[in-house]
């Protein structure tokens, strides 16, 4: 029988493990040295604010993967030997495979800055990560301040961590504004605020110089490069984003760029070795889509697809509309098709926000055809499944705030917006449209 | 803040203390009226009346001392007529564990009641209820600033005792326990506590108030405590503030006030909102009997409450889901949405524990459904409900272990008991049998299901973590899956915790509405054809 081996238990590797089994009979073994079992990263957030053990972040009980014959080991590969078809373990096993799945996600990056390995230096990305959080930041009289670098997504998130525990937090982004590469200057601003309103001590437009030891090589304090400012805490995160977990990879003959090369079908240069998720590098990107993408999302579906391909039906890697979602301590965020930061060529940009300054909505469409292209929203939930289809038909702009009421997915006796985003847009746009009113047969129509 | 909150909590453990201490005090001075006129009703045997005349009446005795000396006297009767050569069995008082305290000693402890607290039982009041009510708010209200801006904030849960299953979780647990042990079986313990709601009861109705009144009117001042603890917790979320509203507003008025108002006009105590099977006595010989007496109104309320279980209880599911009823009407959800809302993350999300739950729960379904039978068939056939049936079973013999084993043991001590443990819906979860009876309805004829939001979820596990209900609603939504389960309650948190807005709870064409999935939305579209049109 085929043996399928996935290094990485994320949801890459699990997601192709399950459909895998889904579709066939095969040998599947698992191998991380992280945890026994698959547990959600995105939630080891919550573990540390206290809304869930970590039990609760595990997707599948632990009876799962015997009753799906997927064979879950804990080891750490520490390189591939592919002419024999063999992994060798840090313990010097080797471990052989027929097909060999590469799934090992990120890792925080440093950037070389002194003291980046001190005790009390942190990213927020392992298991690991979060016991040595709750190791050196368990409360605010251990933690009398934590500094975060880098202005992302896992730094804010961080950064709620922390305030969550009330241990006060400066946060330090290399931008003028936070997350500004990947918003627009709106809604970024629109972060800005929610941040400092929960009294995180935002500062913009300031590099990392170093971190500074106590005499028991613990964080002291932190210096800003542009000010030569000095700040005492006991608590550095590193959050400047992450870059493919692939170091044991290197010496193979497995090619390799920032990530693990793969083409359309996800295949390496090399035969019967694949990679998916974080740690895949696609040679060429894909439309308009980054060479890497560490995103929850594309990760699973990467893993839907290399599922096919080693069950016999080669299947081409190819994501449908872009989206993707996230939230900024208590504003969600959710996009669908395309919203750059700065507007191109042919493109106009509708933005509308409520008044209490949590809610708004950001719609990019084309000038000259009235295309839409995409939306970001703000603290008004969407429905996934409208803008998919709005971006299929290739459905005019007028079309989507027309039909906004069947684009609501947020829960029952919200307030609704609609009217007011639609006046504002007429207003700005010489139109006349009128809302229609909410459609079953159209927000369920799946033909 | 902080301080304002400890103070709120000292208050209001002040007055709960007070209420509980109560217990332990105050004492019991029989009249040689009040003997009269309880053991005229109470009792045949000349044994026992001489006896307890001799050894209560007009001494000044503790509940304790009262009740052993009732039951010590009543078994010495018993013996005494059990040694006749010709056994007088209309003499012989009938001795349980269960039924003794509660319908044989407590109606003369109520009666006797003297001390301290029966003379002042209004400043009783606002020393025990009044106290754990403005303590309470007072605790809740400093949230509106402790808690931050509004969102979700379940900061700290898994980490606090209280909460988690700690040594104040286990205090919470004991508490509620024994209490509810007492409140059904041993009410005679429970006269100081009964008297502080007397006024109150005087003041509806004229009448005394019993062990009923009482609960009636803790679970509405503790769901009012906690409906306020809602409304700032969940203060963005429009749908929990209208229903935690509503499902209040139903509690105090269908359930408190309105009863108490029919029997001020000696009419038949009646929740209107109460459905068969949940109210398991609607069918009993002694309600149909009661009502069918009660002339217009009673025949009025037979009527309703049986169009309210056959068709205003389906209807209403199958356009809205069984929501409808288990968190917006229901006072049993409503004390669970409300005091129980603190423990809903610990109920078990296991297969294992799915697999328990229906057994128990249909089992129990099936169990008043079989009573009830029974009871209709004794009733229109003229059978005496205590004579034997079948196996030296009678009719009554089923009701009234039914209405130990679900009404008392179940529902209460076990249902509401073991919050702290086992999750805020012990009952609705694994006993309620109308709770059952519309769990089907909703799986297979309804409108309603949770959407989950195409392939938007990131598995993080809030949404499994606070379903009260323990339905593992991640493995639906990691799948692009819809909800569609028997025992959703609909009370929206899923929703309300979702950090990425992937799950919203909606009624629509039940066409679609069971979507199983293969690939997700969002890849590839060949791909997604090829998957889910198999």
């Not at chain 1, 939630?43 to 972040?57: C, I, P, Q, R, S």
């Not at chain 1, 096919?308 to 039906?313: E, S, V």
């Not at chain 1, 069947?406 to 746009?429: G, L, R, T, V």
């Not at chain 2, 229109?380 to 049936?389: D, Q, R, V």
């Amino acid at each position: 029988m085929e043996h399928i081996v996935i290094i990485g238990n994320g949801i890459s590797g699990v997601t192709a493990a399950r459909h895998i089994r889904k579709l066939s009979d095969k040998k599947i073994t698992i191998i991380s040295s992280e945890t026994e079992h698959f547990f959600s990263r995105t939630a080891l957030m919550y573990v540390y604010m206290g809304h869930m053990k970590f039990e609760n972040t595990k997707p599948y009980e632990d009876w799962f993967w015997d009753k799906n014959r997927i064979a879950l080991k804990k080891a750490l590969v520490k390189s591939i030997d592919s002419n024999n078809k063999q992994l060798l373990l840090s313990n010097d096993e080797r471990f052989s495979y027929d097909k060999l799945i590469i799934a090992t996600g990120s890792k925080p990056n440093k950037f070389g800055w002194p003291g980046q390995d001190l005790k009390g230096v942190i990213g927020m990305y392992h298991k690991q990560d979060l016991e040595n959080l709750e190791k050196y930041a368990p409360n605010n009289k251990e933690c009398k301040r934590a500094v975060i670098v880098g202005g992302g997504l896992i730094g804010i998130e961080l950064a709620e961590m922390l305030h969550s525990r009330n241990v006060p937090v400066t946060f330090l982004v290399r931008e003028d504004s936070f997350w500004n590469g990947v918003l627009p200057q709106e809604e970024s601003e629109m972060i800005n605020k929610e941040i400092i309103d929960n009294h995180i001590d935002l500062r913009l437009g300031v590099n990392l110089k170093e971190i500074k030891a106590d005499a028991s090589g613990k964080v002291k304090s932190i210096v800003i490069a542009e000010t030569g400012e000095e700040i005492e805490c006991n608590v550095v995160g590193l959050t400047a984003g992450v870059s493919p977990n692939i170091n044991f990879v290197k010496d193979s003959a497995i090619e390799t760029n920032r990530g693990v090369l793969v083409n359309r079908f996800l295949e390496t240069n090399t035969k019967d070795v694949y990679a998916i998720g974080d740690c895949a590098e696609q040679k060429v990107a894909i439309d308009q889509r980054r060479p890497i993408e560490a995103v929850w999302y594309t990760g699973r579906m990467m893993g839907e697809t290399l599922a096919q391909t080693i069950c016999g039906k080669k299947t081409a890697y190819k994501p449908g509309h872009w989206f993707n979602s996230a939230k900024f301590i208590d504003i969600e965020y959710q996009t669908y098709g395309w919203v750059w930061a700065k507007p191109r060529e042919n493109e106009a940009r509708f933005f509308w926000q409520h008044k209490d300054g949590k809610k708004a909505i950001h719609v990019n469409f084309d000038k000259n055809t009235r295309e839409f292209i995409g939306i970001n929203t703000f603290g008004i939930r969407m429905r996934h499944e409208f803008f998919d289809k709005v971006l299929t038909e290739k459905k005019e702009v007028e079309y989507v705030l027309k039909n906004l009421a069947n684009a609501n997915f947020d829960p029952e006796f919200y307030k609704q917006h609609e009217q007011e985003i639609i006046s504002k847009f007429n207003k700005e746009n010489n139109t006349s449209i009128k809302a229609e009113k909410k459609s079953w047969s159209l927000i369920f129509n799946r033909s | 803040m902080k301080t304002l909150k400890n103070i709120g909590l000292i208050i209001c453990f002040i007055g709960f203390t007070i209420f509980t201490a109560s217990i332990f005090t105050g004492t019991n001075k029989v009249s040689q009226e009040t003997f009269d006129s309880w053991a005229s009703q109470k009792v045949k045997s000349e044994f026992f009346i001489e006896k307890a005349q001799k050894e209560i009446v007009g001494k000044e005795l503790s509940a304790y001392q009262l009740s052993s000396k009732i039951k010590n006297i009543a078994k010495a009767s018993n013996e005494h007529y059990k040694s006749q050569k010709e056994i007088a069995w209309d003499k012989i008082i009938w001795l349980k564990w269960n039924k003794t305290s509660k319908d044989f000693i407590f109606p003369l402890a109520r009666a006797s009641a003297t001390g301290w607290v029966s003379q002042n039982q209004g400043l009783f009041f606002w020393l025990t209820f009044g106290l754990a009510i403005i303590g309470g708010l007072i605790a809740f209200g400093a949230d509106y600033k402790l808690l931050g801006p509004a969102g979700i904030k379940n900061n700290g849960i898994f980490q606090h005792s209280a909460t988690n299953r700690g040594i104040i979780g286990i205090g919470a647990f004991a508490f509620f326990v024994i209490f509810y042990v007492l409140l059904y079986f041993f009410p005679n313990y429970l006269i100081n506590p009964i008297l502080s709601v007397n006024p109150i009861k005087n003041w509806m109705n004229g009448n005394e108030s019993d062990q009923w009144f009482l609960y009636g009117f803790m679970y509405c001042s503790v769901m009012t405590v906690f409906a306020v603890r809602m409304f700032i917790k969940y203060r963005h979320n429009n749908y929990q503030i209208l229903r935690t509203a509503v499902v209040l507003f139903f509690q105090i008025a269908f359930a408190f006030i309105i009863p108490e108002i029919l029997v001020a006009f000696n009419k038949p105590w009646f929740d209107f909102k109460n459905a068969w099977p949940l109210n398991y006595t609607f069918f009993f010989d002694y309600n149909l009997n009661n009502l069918i007496d009660s002339g217009n109104l009673g025949i009025f309320m037979l009527v309703w409450g049986i169009i309210l279980t056959l068709i205003i209880v389906p209807v209403m599911v199958y356009f809205y889901g069984k929501r409808w009823y288990c968190s917006w009407v229901c006072g049993c959800g409503g004390l669970a949405e409300t005091l129980g809302d603190p423990y809903r993350q610990l109920s078990s999300k296991s297969l294992f524990s799915w697999k328990i739950e229906r057994w128990l729960i249909h089992g129990v379904l099936v169990f008043a459904t079989f009573m009830t039978v029974l009871t209709l068939y004794t009733y229109f056939a003229e059978i005496e409900s205590w004579k034997e049936l079948a196996f030296g079973i009678s009719a009554y013999d089923i009701q009234s272990s039914y209405g130990f084993l679900i009404g008392s043991i179940f529902s209460g001590v076990i249902g509401t008991g073991f919050y702290p443990i086992l999750g805020n819906r012990v009952w609705c979860r694994f006993g309620c049998p109308l709770a059952a009876y519309m769990g089907l309805v909703q799986r297979f004829k309804s409108r309603f299901r949770i959407t989950t939001n195409g392939g938007q979820c990131i598995s993080c596990g809030n949404c499994s973590t606070y379903c009260e209900q323990g339905i593992d609603v991640r493995a639906y939504a990691q799948k692009g899956e819809n909800i569609v389960r028997s025992s959703c309650v609909g009370c929206g948190v899923c929703s309300a915790v979702c950090p990425r807005g992937v799950l919203k709870l909606e009624n629509g064409p039940e066409d679609g509405r069971i979507n199983p999935t293969e690939v997700l939305l969002g890849n590839d579209v060949d791909l997604l054809k090829l998957m889910n049109e198999k």
